[in-house]
Each structure stands twice: as C-alpha cells, then as structure tokens.
Nanobody, 113 residues
Framework: QVQLEESGGGLVRPGESLRLSCAAS???????MGWYRQAPGKERELVAVITSGGSTNYADSVKGRFTISRDNAKNTVYLQMNSLKPEDAAVYYCNTRGATADWGQGTQVTVSS
C-alpha cells in the first residue's frame, strides 16, 4: 500500500497563501489523486482532484483560489492555496481519488486574523 505524507501547513492570515505537498512512497503516475480537508465538527470533504492525465476538478468553495498539481518524477502532489479564508481552516489530507490508501496524519492549515 502506498504511504502518503502531507506537509506545508501552517498559520496564515486571511488573503495569504500556502503550498501543501503530498509525498508518496511509490509511483503515483497512473493514479488519480485528491486533496481532502476536514474542519472541526465537519465531515471530510474532497476539495481538489487531479487525474493521471492532468485534468483537474475543484469543489466550488475553492475554485479559482486553489490549484492542484503533480510531479510524477517526485511522486508528489501539490495544492497551491491562494486567497485563503477562515473557512479554509482544516486538516488537509491527500489520498487517491477513491481514498484507497491509508490516511496519513494530514497537515494543519489555520487561517486567522
């Protein structure tokens, strides 16, 4: 099973940016990947997907602000988050689009003024 490790989270103020990274333990070249987030008291939600061919989809709440990308040579998926809002605060996780891998620890994103 692929192991996934998220990093890059932190504390930012509204309007600022963060870039998250998801490092996989093996090749993800042929795997559609996604970023998920879970805020306190809320269900985990899928916010961005990138297919093996590079097509992307986003939740309406982040569309136009977040960009998912991948570097298959590095077995890594990224999430560029711009114009962050307080409602973006959550623990962010990566996984396959179908969430077939074990969940990692995630990385905390806090957006506070």
């Amino acid at each position: 099973q692929v192991q996934l490790e998220e990093s890059g989270g932190g504390l930012v103020r509204p309007g600022e940016s963060l870039r998250l990274s998801c490092a996989a333990s093996r090749s993800i070249t042929y795997t559609a990947m996604g970023w998920y987030r879970q805020a306190p008291g809320k269900e985990r939600e899928l916010v961005a997907v990138i297919t093996s061919g590079g097509s992307t989809n986003y939740a309406d709440s982040v569309k136009g602000r977040f960009t998912i990308s991948r570097d298959n040579a590095k077995n890594t998926v990224y999430l560029q988050m711009n114009s962050l809002k307080p409602e973006d605060a959550a623990v962010y996780y990566c996984n396959t689009r179908g969430a077939t891998a074990d969940w990692g620890q995630g990385t905390q994103v806090t957006v506070s003024s």
